[in-house]
């Protein structure tokens, strides 16, 4: 069983959609959770940071972490065709050093 | 403020073969991480470089090594090249060990 699981999709939805992406883990020990787009080609680009349980909201972005369920999930609200990308869920420990464990991705289109 | 620059783009090796990619870090940040991101997978933790120390490695072979400058670039070499070693290596970096990470666009590797 990987540490993070994901859905890979692909996800397509109308524009103006609420778009909603999660994630599951499995270890306890993860205390940062992060979220990050990835168009075709590039680099992932974080979009959202969260530290333990809450909601934190940027924009359009709501990023909400359920430590006692181990369940993470970012929501794209209005969405638009530039938010077509991959989403990658992110998380790790507080350890010594920063080994980011990343789930496979979701690939979302948003139609026009 | 400059970003995570990578070099090269993209090259085409064969197995067996070595190969140097090089990555310059965000100003200011003295902390680079490595990772490998399959076709259709999340990126996987190589390892990471705080102030020209290997700081912390995931699960990957020793013919993977990497340095780190005095100006806080960084260079992945892979010895030995595999077919399977056919990836997108992304380099993030950071202003220490604990802090966000920011990716490059990434070189794209083809082993043959």
């Known amino acids: 069983q990987k540490e993070v699981e994901q859905d890979p999709g692909p996800l397509s939805v109308p524009e103006g959609a609420i778009v909603s992406l999660n994630c599951t883990y499995s270890?306890?020990?993860?205390?940062?959770f992060m979220w990050y787009r990835q168009y075709s080609r590039k680099g992932p680009e974080l979009l959202m940071y969260?530290?333990?349980?809450g909601n934190k909201e940027d924009g359009r972005f709501t990023a909400q972490v359920d430590k006692s369920s181990k369940y993470i999930s970012l929501f794209i609200r209005d969405s638009q065709p530039s938010d077509s990308a991959t989403y990658l869920c992110a998380m790790r420990d507080s350890g010594g050093y920063q080994k980011v464990t990343f789930g496979t991705g979701t690939k979302l289109q948003v139609i026009p | 403020e400059t970003g995570v620059t990578q070099s090269p783009t993209h090259l085409i090796k064969t197995r067996g073969q070595q190969v140097t990619l090089r990555c310059s870090s965000q100003s200011g940040h003295n902390t680079v991480s490595w990772y490998q991101q399959a076709l259709g997978q999340g990126p996987q933790f190589i390892f990471q470089?705080?102030?020209?120390?290997?700081?912390g490695r995931g699960n990957f072979p020793p013919r993977f090594s990497g340095l780190q400058f005095p100006n806080y670039s960084s260079e992945l070499n892979v010895n030995a090249l595999e077919l399977d070693d056919s990836a997108l290596y992304l380099c993030?970096?950071?202003?220490?060990?604990?802090?966000?990470?920011?990716f490059g666009p990434g070189t794209r590797l083809l082993v043959l």
């Open positions: 270890n306890s020990a993860f205390q940062y």
């Open positions: 993030a970096s950071s202003f220490s060990v604990q802090e966000t990470q920011y």
């Open positions: 969260t530290y333990s349980s």
């Open positions: 470089y705080y102030r020209e120390e290997e700081n």
